[in-house]
Every structure is written in C-alpha cells, then in structure tokens.
T-cell receptor, first 108, second 115 residues
C-alpha cells in the first residue's frame, strides 16, 4: 500500500516562479525523503528530513516536516525548465513506500 | 564509476514466457530492491533483500521471483503467472546496515512490454 500521498497531482508554472508540493503520510516515521524522476528515468534522491527536524534546505530546495499533521512540503524556488520532472515523497524502512508523485512542468 | 545498472533497457515478452531483468551494483550496498511503476503512477515494492541469500516479499510479489546469490546482483524474474507485466521496472540499493530508512540509489530502469 502507498504510504505517502503527494498533492497536487500535477503543477504547471512559469520559469522563475516557486513550486510547492505537499506530501501526507499515515503512520509515524523516522524520516521522510523526497526524490525526483525525469521522464523514463530512475529516481534521484533530493533530500532527507528526520522526524526531529522541522525544516531543511539544499540549494534551491526547502523541505518542511510537520509530524503532528503527518505532512511534509517541498518548495523549489526560482524554478527552471530543467526542474520539469515528477517528485515523490517516501517513508518507511527497508520496505520504503512512495506516493504517486507530483508532475511538475516548468515552462520557459 | 560506482553505480547501479539495469539491463536491458527494453525487454519484450511473449505470452507464457518467463523473462529475467538484471540489476547490478558496485556500491558495496547490502540492501537491494525491485519496484514496479505503471504509467503515471508511483512505485510499488515487489521484493527487497537486506543481505545475500535472503529476501522478502513486497506489496506485489505475486508472479515475480528473485534471487540474491551475490551481494552485487539481484535479478528479477517475471513469470508467466504475472498477468499484467507491462510496466517500468526499477531496481535500487541502499547501504542496508541500519534498521531505519536510508537513501536509495536507483538504476535507469527496464521497460517491459508484452507482445
């Protein structure tokens, strides 16, 4: 069964705008991860946030975690056409579960 | 170069035929995983292995089999019992020495099509 659920399913923005994607999950977690997938390719790890962290930054990425609401958000600032991809959140241990993803399109 | 490789990139299967997808890693990772991705969907876990000669079923193991005879290799066989095999198959690995969630490193995927 899927653990993470991303929202929205699809997002289309102009280059330079910010993109925000949300993830909700159902059970308690040790940490939560975000991955990116370009069309027809494997997934690439973006960032991991631990359950005792509330916010984490990596370059143009900002991830927040609210364990009381069982939710996380991924913010991509100053988006570029190259950010066009699907973004997934993932939770769990070795039997990690992925959501269905948010398909982000950044128009030049 | 260190990494995880999958072959072939595309694979065609005839009705009633078993096919095997290859996954190899030279990252010295203990844990390896197989996922299935249907069009526009997320990943669903088929099997995972935390150590050589041991593996566990994921959510959709029916119609699939795996082996883990070597640390570097985790081949997936799609058997004739899998009625809807057409999908994108992704292999991943992680360090695997911790019980908590770890970063997974993915291969480029194999697209399986049924003739």
């Amino acid at each position: 069964s899927q653990q993470g659920e991303e929202d929205p399913q699809a997002l289309s923005i102009q280059e330079g705008e910010n993109a925000t994607m949300n993830c909700s999950y159902k059970t308690s977690i040790n940490n939560l991860q975000w991955y990116r997938q370009n069309s027809g390719r494997g997934l690439v790890h973006l960032i991991l946030i631990r359950s005792n962290e509330r916010e984490k930054h990596s370059g143009r990425l900002r991830v927040t975690l609210d364990t009381s609401k069982k939710s996380s958000s991924l913010l991509i600032t100053a988006s570029r056409a190259a950010d066009t991809a699907s973004y997934f959140c993932a939770t769990g241990g070795n039997d990690m579960r992925f959501g269905a993803g948010t398909r982000l399109t950044v128009k030049p | 170069d260190g990494g995880i490789t999958q072959s072939p990139k595309y694979l065609f299967r005839k009705e009633g035929q078993n096919v095997t997808l290859s996954c190899e890693q030279n990252l010295n990772h203990d844990a390896m995983y197989w996922y299935r991705q249907d069009p526009g969907q997320g990943l669903r876990l088929i099997y995972y292995s935390q150590i050589v000669n041991d593996f566990q079923k994921g959510d959709i193991a029916e119609g699939y089999s795996v082996s883990r005879e070597k640390k570097e290799s985790f081949p997936l066989t799609v058997t004739s019992a899998q009625k809807h095999p057409t999908a994108f198959y992704l292999c991943a690995s992680s360090i695997g020495r911790l019980a908590i969630q770890e970063t997974q490193y993915f291969g480029p995927g194999t697209r399986l099509l049924v003739l």
